[in-house]
Nanobody, 124 residues
């Protein structure tokens, strides 16, 4: 089993940056693909970014491509989401998730474990 704890959220002005971290417990972290998702009030949870277990392959939603970067450090059992050039529409609760798939999935049903989420608010 994998337990996930996100951190690094907060309030930032448009154009600013934040780095989210997701710390995982469990010895099998390096065998899981990891994803970041977000959910704004009144909206469905949506895919943001994902990375394979090795870190060799990443995938991004079109809305964040070129602004966000996902990375992982398997020695530290941590996955990161660097968010630059933030926009008010990036405001949401951000969740990290772990998937046993060998690729970097976009669908929420591919993920078995979820963190509790961290709030990101971007002011205009």
């Amino acid at each position: 089993q994998v337990q996930l704890v996100e951190s690094g959220g907060g309030l930032v002005q448009a154009g600013g940056s934040l780095r989210l971290s997701c710390a995982a417990s469990g010895r099998a972290f390096s065998s899981y693909a990891m994803g970041w998702f977000r959910q704004a009030p009144g909206k469905e949870r949506e895919f943001v970014a994902a990375i394979t277990w090795s870190g060799a392959s990443t995938d991004y939603a079109d809305s964040v491509k070129g602004r966000f970067t996902i990375s992982r450090d398997n020695a530290k059992n941590t996955v990161y989401l660097q968010m630059n050039s933030l926009k008010p529409e990036d405001t949401a609760v951000y969740y990290c998730a772990a998937s046993p798939r060998s690729w970097s999935p976009r669908a929420t049903y591919e993920y078995d474990y979820w963190g509790q989420g961290t709030q990101v608010t971007v002011s205009s």
